[in-house]
């Protein structure tokens, strides 16, 4: 008997490898009007992102009856899915204007579905402790001043600037150099890096600065504190060479598959029409952060306590 | 005749050495900062933007290119079926059930009895209870989707491994053409190929295993060729003057022979492949990695060390299992029959019943406890230990980093480029000045020099330290078994691990630094080192032991003079791949501050305007592997044979 069910498994998985056709790139895509489908969402790598992708997966799945597949990727893999039919939306893109000249103006496999209402910002920031003991270091003009006090082993004998994400464009070494700080631009390499050092910092009174951005699930622990740059105006970042002010603040906003626009699905519409505010996304971004609650009922307790916001996303009836 | 050439030189070669690092260190002093070709983050070359250009047009091209329509997506839909069915008996749900065809119980049962056959009683025990961890821990279904993927992977890396590693056992020509496609299969950084791969074999997990095979691959074949290579030659000369033909030679004697070595090849491709898991997370591979990387975000060191965790014990099992399948062994009918018959039942009740389908994790559970424990264990570590640690971070990278970097970085190209040419000159002759001329020509062709240097001096670095570990560790282990039966997990923990879980608490202990990102690399090289070293020291034949012990040598003396030059093969292997590995790790000590190459190479993964740099940065890598390679390996040849004349 027990050989017999050996077998049997075999056999099924035989049949199984035998029994299926071979499937063609690019028919994954979902998109067909009407019936909802299948949705591709693209999971971009941070808190925030999967604070708008939880709750955009919740409303599509209980509201419009999709079913909604979630694509773990990093930002260029994903935006690579459109074109080959993985991926349908990434519902969180910062500026990205290489991503959008590659894929929305050169091979037209993407497009843009407006602004998310959720508005980002980059700059340098220091902890709590130091802009209150030394509020005048949050001006540009006095970094200077204390640039003795952030010299680490990384550094010599300068101060070191704390950067790197590599998923964010960052000017800071052009900056350094075209504001005459004396500072040194340190790698960290991974927002990982970037939090254990300023939560290192804020706990044990270490002088630390670097670079940080808003909305950012950490800024609901710890207040990190802007330092002010020179004022960001349009066009005096074009040359990366020349930068000398702060950067600009970012619409953060959603990027479709073609396809997927062309189709004009209830998801699509849904896609389009999302838009709320930071407070709305820290409020998620906090459930899933500290209170270590799955994305899905993160997204599950803000919905009901947000209906109304809710009601105004989805697709018009008829 | 080598070693003759070599005798001749040898009184004289130090000194030469000396005189040219002096010169060099006095030309450093004149011609500081002249010459470095540096590169900022942000800055581009000519050929960085051309890869651009080339990987774009590919990019375009997908649609309508034959060979992505007939090729690759074969390729893929084949990898394809292949992992999704494995899934589809132990992992997902298939078949229109809500469950796998085969639960829990049935997965444990055949674990079980596939060890018991193969490995004998003590693995099989650890086999049950290594599993069945793995659902109280609740992780039942991503392990065993990592498991499906590590098994494809691992398959399909033995069946062209190998064939491939015997072939260039056999032949010198095929070894000579196969060594630097492997190293660059070891050494290029995953991150640079995973983006494309994606747009070769799609998202999923054609490109997730591909990119776990790229990597896990090369250990197999390598060793197998170092292990057909390694069989005395009297033995095959004896084989052929009773006039066995090749194929008998091959299969009656060289095979058996290193059978051994190449089980720990296998071994090592195992591992190799588990500590791909949480790479190939990022292009949404299924299982224990996408848990890591999402704890991650959030610095949830406990989610992410369970996962982690589970990924060690699938490690252990799986190398248990190989390990013991080396020793011929036969099973009482009645024990063979009796444990095919419970385990037939039990996947018979797993198929059936929900119970034994799905781990009833909620009943009982390790998981939760694991997981505060570990959390508590960092903020233990984090709040108390960083006033030590820093002090040994400052004081490593002051005495030794900052000095080779400042004199490897800080030089004019061409001086280093000098000294290198001539070192090699002197280590290994014409050739190898040869071989290092072209590596350093093609630094210099990646626009990258200065990174390169930086990137070199802390790789130098943390080879040195992971030598020193292997070699202390190594013989400990060779000389004693039970050291040997308690190192080794943590060994295996140490490669296996994802790194993400330990840098965390690394990042608080030696904020982000070069030296972090050493650290890294040496928990990370150690263990292959060490393994080796130990297997090295343990087949120093027990006669020539006892003969050095019979002669009244102490320990030490017998350690020195006997042990570890008998092993100086395993030695030269364990310094070439303990260097190979800690280039591996470049890419992760970039995500936390050592910058350089590593930087430049994952920046190039996230941002589409640097990936030309990215790659040029992982060819850079490849360039300084082969470089140092050949010369250790130029090196140790010296080494040898001076000793056996």
Known sequence: MARHNVL????????????CGGAKVGDTSSGAAGDCGTFNIAINPWVGYEANAAVLAHVAEKELGCKVTKKELKEEVAWQGFGTGEVDAVVENWGHDDLRKKYIDDQKTAVNAGSTGVKGQIGWYVPPWLAKEHPDILDWNNLDKYADRFKTSESGDKGQLLDGDPSFVTNDEALVKNLNLNFKVVYGGSETALIQAFRQAEKDKKWVIGYFYSPQWLLNEIKLEKVKLPEYRPGCDADAEKVACDYPDYDLDKIVSKKFADANG????????????????????????????????????????????????????? | MVAVAASRQIPRKPLLVGGIVLAWLVLWLVLRDVGTLPLDASQLTPLHRWINEVNDAVGASRNTNPVFLYFFNEIRLVIDEFVTLIQALIAQPSFGRPVPVIGWLGVVAIAGFVSLVVAGWRVALLALAGFT??????????????LSLTLAAVAIALLFGVPLGIWAGLSDRVHRVLTPVLDFMQTMPTFVYLAPLTLFFLIGPASATIATLIYAAPPAIRITAHAIRSVPRDTVEASESLGATGKQTLVKVLLPSSRKTIVLGVNQTIMAALSMVTIAALIDAPGLGKTVVKALQTLDVGTAFNAGLAIVVLAIVLDRVTTAATERRSLPRWALFGGLGVTGVAVYLSHTYLWAAEFPS?????????????????????????????????????????????LLAESPWFLVALVVVALSFLVGGVRSAVVSAVCLGLLIATGLWQDAMVTLASTLVATVI????????????????????????????GQVMPAFVYLVPFLALFSASRFTAIVAAVVFAAPVATKI????????????????????ASTWQTIVKVQLPMARGALT???????????????????VGAGALGYDVVAGFSQGQLYGKGLAAGAAIVVLGVMLDRLTQAAARRWTNQEVR
């Open chain 1, 8 to 19: 049997a498994a075999v056999l099924v998985g035989a049949l199984a490898l035998g029994g």
């Open chain 2, 362 to 406: 909620d009943e009982v559970e390790v998981g939760s406890s694991i997981r505060q424990g570990a959390t508590a264990a960092t903020e233990w570590v984090q709040d108390s230990l960083p006033v030590i640690t820093g002090g040994v971070k400052d004081f490593v990278t002051w005495a030794l980093i900052n000095p080779l970097q400042a």
């Open chain 2, 533 to 552: 070293i130990a297997d090295g020291v343990r087949s120093v034949p027990p006669a020539s032991v006892e003969a050095s012990t019979a002669l009244g």
């Open chain 2, 133 to 146: 961890f793995l659902g109280l821990q609740g992780l039942w279904q991503e392990s065993m989707d990592t």
């Open chain 2, 466 to 493: 992971v030598m020193l570990v292997g070699i202390v560790v190594g013989t400990w282990m060779g000389r004693s078994t039970r050291a040997d039966r308690v190192i080794r997990p943590i060994l295996d923990a």
């Open chain 2, 573 to 591: 292997l364990a310094a070439n791949q303990g260097l190979i590995y800690v280039l591996s790790m470049v890419v992760v000590g970039g995500l």
């Open chain 1, 266 to 318: 209830p998801a699509y519409q849904l896609v389009k029409n999302f838009q709320w505010t930071n407070e709305d996304q820290n409020t998620v971004a906090k459930y899933i952060a500290e209170d270590k609650m799955k994305p899905e009922d993160a997204a599950k307790k803000w919905v009901e306590a947000n209906g109304d916001k809710v009601k105004a996303w989805l697709p018009a009836q008829g």
